[in-house]
């Protein structure tokens, strides 16, 4: 079983929807992590996390939020989709210890109409 | 802001052929990762460099981290079509990573 799950994995959406992705993990990790992937800007960090009570912005914050349910779980949600929001999205784990070696899920790809 | 720049962009050889890939940045960081992405999936940790000048090797790839850690090279040897993919460098900062664009390799039978 993989160690780091996302739902969905394909989505389509319309402008000004809802959108929550989910991501969970059994490694055990303290730190979560979403980022999202565009062809030609490489992996941009939305949010992290270091444990259940703390969250911290990345570097394009703008427009999501996240939720930090438990140690295993991590949820992106996207409160008025936009079609600028259209990428692929991933969720990654790291330990509290080490080189911050991260851990990525399979992703989910995300188009907004 | 630390940014990491990656060289090539693209990259398409021979099966056969020998390659580098170059990690560059003006900032030092305590570490610096490589990953492998491979289409419809999520990147996959190859290996992690420390110390200024360390080399390591992962069969018939080979990693080397610069003297004074700010830039980073990747060589395969021999390509193989299984090498075919987008690789990644990020450095390590104090809470986070920077990841590079990425490298994206294909080798052609």
């Known amino acids: 079983d993989a160690d780091v799950t996302q739902t969905p994995r394909n989505r389509i959406t319309k402008t000004g929807k809802r959108i929550m992705l989910e991501c969970s993990q059994t490694k055990g990790h303290d730190r979560m992590y979403w980022y999202r992937q565009d062809p030609g800007l490489g992996l941009r960090l939305i949010y992290y996390?270091?444990?259940?009570?703390?969250?911290n912005k990345g570097e394009i914050s703008d427009g999501y939020s996240v939720s930090r349910q438990a140690q295993a779980k991590f949820s992106l949600s996207l409160e008025s989709a936009i079609p600028n929001q259209t990428a692929l999205y991933f969720c990654a784990t790291s330990d509290l210890w080490g080189n911050n070696e991260q851990f990525f899920g399979p992703g989910t790809r995300l188009t907004v109409l | 802001t630390q940014l990491l720049e990656q060289s090539p962009q693209f990259l398409s050889i021979q099966e056969g052929e020998n390659l580098t890939v170059y990690c560059n940045s003006s900032?030092?960081?305590?570490?610096l990762q490589w990953y492998r992405q491979e289409p419809g999936e999520g990147p996959v940790l190859l290996v992690t460099?420390?110390?200024?000048?360390e080399v390591k090797k992962l069969k018939r790839l080979t990693f080397q981290f610069g003297d004074a850690r700010k830039d980073s090279s990747l060589h395969i040897t021999a390509a193989q079509p299984g090498d075919t993919g987008l690789y990644l460098c990020?450095?390590?900062?104090?809470?986070?990573?920077?990841f590079g664009k990425g490298t994206k390799l294909s080798v052609i039978p």
């Open positions: 900032s030092v960081f305590s570490s």
């Open positions: 996390s270091f444990d259940v009570k703390d969250i």
């Open positions: 460099v420390v110390t200024g000048g």
């Open positions: 990020s450095g390590a900062g104090s809470y986070q990573l920077t």
